[in-house]
Each structure stands twice: as C-alpha cells, then as structure tokens.
C-alpha cells in the first residue's frame, strides 16, 4: 500500500493551527537566540536515515516472539513498508539490506520498486553469525577468523556475492559484524584468530569496486560471552587502517559495554577521518536494541554534538556517514516504534545544531566549568519537536507521523491485506 500526499495533507490540516502557534513561539525565541532556524530546518529536512531491512517485523528474544499481524514477509512487502514510514517522516528515504535474509530475485525490478517510494540502497549487510541450509562448512566457531581456511573461504565467499547484490542495487558499501569470539578462556588463540580476520577482511575489502567502502562493526560480547575477536573501536580502527582508506569504523550504540563514553568515541573516530557510520538504538544494560532515544536521549544529543562539531571541523576528510537504525520491536508496531526512532535521532540532531560552538570554545578556554555544562543543557532541554514537525510538514510528511499512521488505519490495513499470522524472514 502506498500512502498519497493528499492523505497527508488533509491529516496535516487537523492539527496545523496548533503547530502553528507552537513554531511561531520557538521561532521567535531561537531567533533572539541568535539562532538561524530556516538553516536548522534545511538540515534535518536534509538527513536521511536507513532502515534495516530486518526491523520491520517484530523481532523477538531468545524466550519467544509474539506477532503483530500484517508483517511484511517479502522483500516487496518491506519495501513498501519503508515507504510507509518515508511518506510520513520524509526522513527515511533509503533501506539496509541483510543478505540472505532478503536477496533480490530480480535487483532491477527491486530497485525500481524502491525508486517508486523514493527509497535508495544504503549498506548491504552480511550474514556469518549463522549456518544457511545446506551450507558446507558451519560457522559454529567462526567464520572470518575460524582456524579452518576452508569456513574462511566460504565467509570470504559470501561477502563478495553480497556486494555483487550490493552492485546491481546501486548500494555503495558492505557493513561487516562478526559473532567471532569465543565463550570460554583457552578456547582461542586471540593473536591469530585477529591475524585471520584481518586478511580475511583484507579479501573482502580488495574485491569492493573503488568507490565502496567497508564498514567495520564492532562488539564487546554475544552471542559469545568471553570474547569477541572485534571487541572495541580500536580493534575496528586497526582493521581499518590495515585494510586500507575506504576502510571505516561503524559505531553501533548498543555495541558497548555499560557507561563507555560513546561521544568521545565519536570525537575521535572523527578526528582520524576513520567514522563510517552509525548504527542507532537504545539500551539499559547492553545491546538490548531498543527504541532510539527512550532511555539515554542526553547521551544521544552528546553524540549528535561532536558529530556536528566533526561535520564542521572536518580537517581529516571524514566521509559523509551513513546512518541506520539497529532496533529490534517485541512489544510495539515496529512502524511506530521506527518512528519514535526518528524523531529521536532529529530531535538530538536538531539541538546539537543550535549548540554554539564557539561560545562554548570560550568556556573551555576559561576554564570555566558551570557555564560550558550549562551551554550544552540548554540547547538540551530546549524542546525542538515543533522545528523537527515543521521541517517533515515542509518535506511532505506529516507534523504528527504516528498520529497520522493511526488516523489513516495503516496497520488494520496491512493486517487485512497481509494477514495475522506472517512472520518477516530473519526473525
Ligand atoms: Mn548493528
């Protein structure tokens, strides 16, 4: 199903003399701030994130999964989906593939299917963290670092079909997360099983078109329990360097362990010119994959200030990054769920733009403690949801996207088209 504009609009027409009111406020108030509020909305109408093809059913845990009802069971369907949410947000316009969760039949008529909803291929994802019916050798014990050249090879190999797929979609990258580790001390050999991953990566990233780039997702445990042979953003940060300059560091938020100061990470990745891209989400105690921004928003709007701060002091040359929501829906419609998400990630965005820099510099500079912590809490607790409503209404998308997606009865209609009882493929 597809969603008109006109059904937008006449949504929009309920609740624009309220949103009115409430922009015009913040306007006025950002503007005596000095602040360049039509220069804030360009950029969030601007920033585009993807959604991973594997988060729009409902996932589950290792107890059980509970469905939702009118969950897309194809890769058509997902795509349509996504356009779901892009005609409401304007702010989705682009889909991470898993591959073999979802291979095109046909990638032409695929990506003419995505073109209709304005979605573009962002990175292809692979998938060595488990075995695929009849597969030869098991990635039980590893797949780029296994100490079996032959379970190598086939990892090797499957990542070089998945940047063909990746090719003939028009993606432009391949984001790597591996499961090698292992659960108990004295089962690996760390050095080596480092050294094998490091030329199997090399492989990889030797057989991507010139124009590609790698991006290298790390994690500190699980789903093995002692270690992990890409453990940290310095582990990454080596691998890239090794592999070479279109070779990059993919932060995923839940992919740390309990109080690690993501920003500075970012700081630094930054720095090197080495960040590649970001995957969101939130958690409590590790990677629980929940909602973006529903439990630490102040750490988000963190990360968001020195990734602008990175954007607009860029000396090492870092890349444009590519951004993608990682989550994983149990109790929500993952369609809401993915709409918070954003709204977070704007928001965050948003009030680090009208973080001032400079002012800040001055702080530090002084030394002056309380002033540069207040600086940030005020662009902080300034509420900027009326300026991120009126850069998706400018867009095309809807000033309340959830609201709108009840108004309009999309999940009573994906149920009646698609049924109750599917289950997306990958979970
Ligand atoms: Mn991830």
Redesign the pocket.
């Known amino acids: 199903m597809k969603i008109a504009p006109a059904q937008v609009n006449s949504f929009n027409e309920t609740c624009i003399a309220s949103h009115r009111e409430k922009f015009q406020f913040l306007g006025d108030q950002l503007a005596k701030r000095g602040i360049d509020v039509e220069h804030v909305i360009q950029q969030i109408k601007d920033f585009q994130v993807a959604i991973p093809s594997w988060a729009l059913g409902m996932g589950g845990t290792r107890f059980g999964r509970f469905s939702m009802g009118g969950e897309p069971s194809t890769l058509e369907e997902k795509i349509g989906d996504v356009g779901i949410i892009h005609a409401l947000t304007q702010s989705a316009g682009a889909i991470s593939l898993h591959i073999p969760w979802d291979i095109p039949e046909n990638p032409q008529a695929i990506k003419d299917l995505a073109a209709s909803h304005n979605i573009v291929f962002d990175a292809v994802n692979s998938n060595t963290f488990q075995d695929q019916p009849g597969q030869s050798n098991s990635y039980k014990h590893g797949s780029l670092c296994h100490t079996n050249e032959a379970v190598r090879s086939l990892a090797v190999q499957h990542n070089k079909e998945v940047i063909d797929i990746g090719v003939a979609l028009g993606s432009k990258s391949l984001t790597v ?1 591996l499961a090698d580790g292992s659960s108990f001390p004295g089962q690996l050999n760390f050095r080596k099983a480092l050294s094998r991953t490091l030329d199997s990566l090399k492989e990889i990233y030797n057989y991507m078109p010139a124009d590609w780039k790698l991006y290298i ?1 790390y994690k500190p445990y699980e789903p093995n329990f002692y270690s992990t042979v890409i453990q940290d953003w310095g582990t990454s940060h080596l691998l890239a360097n090794e592999c070479g300059e279109n070779a990059y560091c993919l932060v ?1 938020l839940g ?1 740390h362990l309990p109080n690690t100061n993501i920003e500075q990470i970012v700081s630094t990745l930054m720095w090197r010119g080495k960040l590649g891209g970001f ?1 969101f989400n939130d958690s409590k105690y590790g990677d629980d994959d929940l909602t973006v921004g529903s439990i630490k928003p102040y750490q988000l709007f963190l990360i968001f200030n020195e990734l602008v701060y990175g954007i607009n002091n860029n000396d090492a040359n870092n890349p444009p990054l590519a951004w993608m929501i ?1 989550a994983s829906h149990n109790v929500k419609d993952p369609l809401e769920d993915l709409m918070q998400s954003l709204e977070a990630i704007q928001l965050a965005y948003a009030q680090a733009l009208i973080v001032n820099h400079a002012d800040l510099e001055k702080h530090r500079a002084a030394n002056d403690v309380t002033q540069a912590q207040s600086l940030l809490q005020d662009a902080y607790r300034t509420d900027l949801r009326p300026l991120v409503q009126e850069a998706s209404k400018r867009s095309g998308g809807a000033i309340d996207p959830i609201a709108c997606y009840r108004k309009l009865q999309i999940r009573e209609s994906l149920i009646e088209t698609r049924g109750l009882e599917t289950t997306a493929s990958g979970l």
Do not use: I
Request: glycine fraction near 0%.
């Open positions: 997360w997702e995923d992919h995957h990682d």
